[in-house]
Nanobody, 121 residues
Framework: QVQLVESGGGLVQAGGSLRLSCVAS????????VAWFRQAPGKERDFVAV???????IYADSVRGRFTISRDNGKQTVYLQMNSLKPEDTAAYYC???????????????WGQGTQVTVSS
């Protein structure tokens, strides 16, 4: 069993930055994929970024060049640095972990409770 707890969300003006954190407990994710997804009200949960244990990463087209995913396996923590934020980035952000390096939410086994990011124009 893995527990994931996100933090770092908040209200920020367009063009600003936030850094989200996700701390895992219960099992090491050193060999797992760790990803961020987001969900806006009334919309599906969308892939944002994923980090594999060897350092490989994948980003959604909508965030590439603005967001950076990183991980500290020793601290069981994954980060999402979000720069140049836009109003359309407003959503609840979720971290997830699984054994497959994937972009589909269905491939992830464990999820956090989410942290809200609101970007004002």
């Amino acid at each position: 069993q893995v527990q994931l707890v996100e933090s770092g969300g908040g209200l920020v003006q367009a063009g600003g930055s936030l850094r989200l954190s996700c701390v895992a407990s219960g099992r090491t994710f050193g060999y797992d994929a760790v990803a961020w997804f987001r969900q806006a009200p009334g919309k599906e949960r969308d892939f944002v970024a994923v980090s594999w244990s060897d350092g490989d990463t994948i980003y959604a087209d909508s965030v590439r060049g603005r967001f950076t995913i990183s991980r500290d396996n020793g601290k069981q923590t994954v980060y999402l640095q979000m720069n140049s934020l836009k109003p359309e980035d407003t959503a609840a952000y979720y971290c997830a972990t699984g054994r497959i390096f994937a972009v589909q939410a269905a491939d992830y086994d464990y999820w956090g409770q989410g942290t809200q990011v609101t970007v004002s124009s």
